[in-house]
């Protein structure tokens, strides 16, 4: 949720520096032209939204990543079987503490991702932690 606050706030000045231009460089024009500088809240509601929509919880031996509204996909992904976690961080995720997280399965189904996820090392590691406990019981 850091990505989504983040895009809240540079709205907020978008929206604030747009209502100073309208109000100083033009004052006699109408009104509605005080709305136009909020179409900046629209990408970080949608983000927003996007982030709501996607779970991810760990069971005792397996995961389940559930994305959707009105439709759901659910995926459950066995732990003994993951192969691969990979954590990719661009200087402004870093500098947030997010990153996305790509999960390499030895099924079929191919990789699962998860973008902008907040602490994204500590939940690779504990994934591999599980998978390596799933794997070897003892």
Do not use: C
């Not at 309208?22 to 990408?43: E, G, K, N, R, S």
Request: hydrophobic share 45%; charged share 20%; net charge positive.
């Amino acid at each position: 949720m850091k990505t989504v606050w983040a895009a809240y706030a540079l709205a907020v000045i978008v929206i604030v520096a747009g209502i100073w231009a309208v109000y100083t460089y033009a004052p006699d024009q109408p009104h509605w032209l005080y709305l136009i500088p909020f179409v900046a809240l629209l990408p970080p509601l949608n983000m927003h939204l996007k982030r709501r929509l996607v779970t991810l919880r760990f069971h005792d031996d397996h995961l389940t990543l559930e994305t959707g509204f009105l439709s759901t996909t659910r995926r459950t992904v066995d732990m003994a079987k993951i192969q691969d976690v990979t954590v990719q961080q661009t200087l402004g995720q870093r500098l947030l503490g997010v990153g996305n997280l790509r999960l390499e399965n030895a099924g079929e189904s191919g990789s699962i991702s998860i973008a902008n996820l907040d602490r994204p090392r500590q939940i690779a590691d504990a994934i591999i932690n599980t998978s390596k406990k799933s794997r070897h019981p003892f």
